[in-house]
């Protein structure tokens, strides 16, 4: 069986395509995941996708991803920079953490410039747009051996 990666996007991210596309691109979320699940299927690896704008709910993916998962991909959107509780529940999860941000948040506003989130990341990919995913994926399926 294809080892499982999950993807979790957090808040404002269902609105990819429409919210300051100038910063996130034309992509839509819905896009993001069908490019998600190709890469995977050519990696080997079975993708599950998910979205929420509640800290709550991406910490119990991350628990869920405990039982299941060999590896999680995670753009945590804004929570990056505010949630130690985010970082804690990825600090329970036992495989490799590879962290997303679509736009270049280092050319961005300076609380944008620090993540919780990357103490933790096996290997962090930022600015290059929703392809990112798909490098987080290649990166991952090395890591794990897929
Ligand atoms: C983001 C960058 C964050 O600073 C921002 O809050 C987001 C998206 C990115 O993908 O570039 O919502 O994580």
Redesign the pocket.
């Known amino acids: 069986m294809s080892p499982i990666v999950t993807i979790l996007n ?4 269902n609105l990819l395509g429409k ?1 300051e596309p100038e ?2 691109g034309r992509e839509t979320l819905a896009e993001v995941e069908a490019d998600c699940r190709r890469v995977g299927a050519e990696l080997g690896l079975s993708i599950e996708f998910h979205q929420s704008n509640r800290e709550y709910e991406i910490i119990d993916f991350i628990h869920g991803a405990r039982e299941r998962a060999a590896g999680i991909v995670i ?7 505010t949630s130690v509780a985010i970082l804690d529940a990825l600090h329970t999860f036992a495989g490799p953490i590879i962290e ?6 280092h050319k ?2 300076a ?2 410039h620090h993540s919780f989130v990357s103490a933790v990341a096996s290997g962090v990919i ?2 290059c747009g929703t392809q ?1 995913y798909a490098f987080a994926l290649q990166r991952l399926a090395k890591l794990i051996g897929a």
């Open positions: 957090g808040p404002n991210l919210r910063i996130y753009n945590p959107a804004a929570f990056t920079h997303v941000h679509i736009s270049n948040v961005r506003e609380f944008r930022i600015g990112g």
